[in-house]
């Protein structure tokens, strides 16, 4: 499992964001920020409490990185107070390299199963396309691919219940910049709603998902979109230890006023976003390492999440038993803490 996710990109994901923000906002290429007009209705999110199913499908094979998702979790997520899944799915390791790009059929045969699992359990799901790491290096070759994958998705996926989202892409960076996102967000918008008019759909944002970047980006307006970003801040709080982040120190707190205040100032900006571009907002992702006390873990995680419902931000934590778990498998048990800090008032 570790294994695994040592191989991972290394996240220097704040840095790269801060640093390209600061370069747009001193260079010449500046643009104005969209503002839509304020007499569009911002629609009321279609999740509350949402987590995310990590380590299973975002692996190159499920299993690989120690989760196989069971269907006796699902009715444990939707018994514990939840109502959504987010499913990172990595569809890149399962579809061929060549045009017409055709996804395995026994692979997709497995989502639609986990689907169907989620469904039973009156579970809402948001699928999204996660890892595509060749994406990230080369844009060029691999958008038509990406566009294809959605093709075939939004086909395959017509007519399905109401409660199925889905999310262009996750946390795009690197080579697959702030520009190139958000036209390949509404190409891929355009395609999915060729089959779906009214589905929710979720733009992925770039540099990893971060907020800045949401304030960059210049979607098209629609009642149906969700704008997303992730928040992991202070990186090295939330990722101390972890294998595969650039945070290796250990023994980093979080918790004093001040740090509550910068915390509470980040969600005022994406309150500022959402009412600026009309469209609500889900903080897709958010979590700590599972080797940091749990009580510290606890107390960011309770004040975040409590952050996003003074402010109606949907959330989906970070995750249900990978390594910034809520679940441990081999106790086959919630951890207390983490379940109290994300459902209890
Ligand atoms: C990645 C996961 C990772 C998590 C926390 C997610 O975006 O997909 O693999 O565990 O971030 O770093």
Known sequence: MVQGKA????????????????????????????????????????????????????????????????QADLLRIKQAGFDTIRLPVKW??????????????SFL???????????????????????????NEDPETHIPRLEAIWDALAAHYAGAPDSLMLETINEPHSNMTIELTDPLNKRVLERIRQDHPDRWVIL?????????????????????????????????FTHQGAPWADAPATGIRWGTRRDVREMMDELDKAVAIRERLRMPILVGE????????????????????????????????????????????????????????????
């Not at 890149?92 to 059929?105: C, F, G, K, V």
């Not at 045969?109 to 994406?135: P, T």
């Not at 770039?206 to 149906?224: M, T």
Request: charged fraction near 25%; glycine fraction near 6%.
């Open 204 to 236: 992925g944002t770039a540099s990893w998902g971060s907020l800045d970047a949401l304030a960059q980006s210049r979607p098209d307006y629609d009642p149906k979109v969700m704008l997303t970003y992730h928040e992991y801040s202070p990186y090295d």
């Open 7 to 70: 191989s991972r990109m290394s996240k220097l994901r704040y840095l790269v964001a801060g640093l390209a923000v600061s370069l747009s906002a001193c260079g010449p290429t500046r643009v104005e920020p969209v503002v839509m007009d304020s007499s569009l209705p911002i629609s009321s999110p279609p999740v509350s409490k949402c987590i995310n199913i990590g380590s299973a499908l975002e692996a190159p094979n499920e299993g690989e990185w120690g989760y196989t998702v069971r």
């Open 109 to 135: 045969a497995r989502v639609d199963e986990i689907l169907s699992w989620a469904e039973q359990v009156d579970l809402k799901v948001i699928l999204n396309v996660h890892h595509y790491d060749e994406l």
């Open 286 to 345: 958010f979590g700590v390492y599972e080797e940091v006390p749990v009580e510290h873990r606890a107390r960011w995680t309770r004040t975040l999440r409590q952050g996003f419902e003074a402010r109606d931000l949907a959330w989906c934590y970070w995750d249900f038993a990978g390594s910034l778990k809520a679940y441990d498998i081999d106790r086959e048990a919630w951890l207390p803490e983490i379940k109290s800090a994300l459902l209890d008032e």
């Open 92 to 105: 890149s390791a399962h579809t061929r390299l060549d045009a017409p790009y055709q996804i395995e059929p």
